[in-house]
């Protein structure tokens, strides 16, 4: 199972990274995106899949002895995921203002000289 989550983790990366050095911004947001899932899955992957109980302590013990999932990384994720939702609602407003304002989404053609202004 992690061996096929390493592979989408370096497939998401290889997508995100192509279509990042695309011209259209539409194509640059996705590939972003696709970046920030890929490196979620990572950070998930780093902290260990394992199957077992809730991180708790009985109370009439001292040391966990049984195996359990490690709940930061989880938790890291669940704010990466917030964020990044934050970040594509405030970059989907972004660029439909850019394209009102320009009519187009070409990276390209966005570019101005200070003489120009």
Known sequence: MEILLVILVGILYAAGIYMM????????LIGLLLLGNGTNILIF??????????????PNTSVFTDVYAD??????????????FALQAFAIILLKRVYQMTGSDDL??????????
């Open 108 to 117: 390209d053609s966005l570019n101005t000289n200070d003489g120009d202004i």
């Open 45 to 58: 992957l780093m902290g260990d899949i394992a199957k077992g109980k809730p991180p708790i302590i009985a």
């Open 71 to 84: 709940p930061v990384p989880q938790a890291l994720i669940l704010t990466a995921i917030v964020i990044s």
């Open 21 to 28: 050095f695309r011209r259209s911004m539409v194509k640059l």
